[in-house]
């Protein structure tokens, strides 16, 4: 049973870095078939796909947060982490992680419970 879980905190200042941590059981982060996302969803707004790793560890990110975005790895640990920097009223959603196929990135089969993050001085 694949099972992932974020932890972070859920409220951040402007202008601070959002930090969440992804951590997996019952898969392997450096399997060679399966990446690893981050995806957010805002008030209102459809799924936003934010970025990836893969199983040898390089990271992809979405265009638009590409300069704000960096996603990193603790393989001892099996856990993801997700940091968004310089944040702002633009950036308080769910905040999910997930897991997809190297053939299919788009595509997500298992995901965490969510965090909500609040942007908040």
């Known amino acids: 049973q694949v099972h992932l879980q974020e932890s972070g905190p859920g409220l951040v200042k402007p202008s601070q870095t959002l930090s969440l941590t992804c951590t997996v059981s019952?898969?392997?982060?450096?399997?060679?078939?399966?990446?690893w996302t981050w995806i957010r969803q805002s008030p209102g707004k459809g799924l936003e796909w934010m970025g990836d790793?893969?199983?040898?560890?390089?990271?992809d990110y979405s265009p638009s947060l590409t300069r704000r975005t960096s996603i990193g790895r603790d393989t001892s640990k099996n856990h993801f982490t997700l940091r968004l920097s310089s944040v702002t009223p633009e950036d308080p959603a769910l905040y999910y992680c997930?897991?997809?196929?190297?053939?299919?990135?788009?595509?997500?089969?298992?995901w965490s419970r969510g965090t909500q993050v609040t942007v908040s001085s």
């Open positions: 790793i893969g199983p040898s560890g390089i990271a």
């Open positions: 019952g898969s392997s982060i450096t399997t060679n078939d399966y990446y």
């Open positions: 997930a897991r997809t196929t190297a053939w299919s990135r788009r595509r997500f089969h298992f």
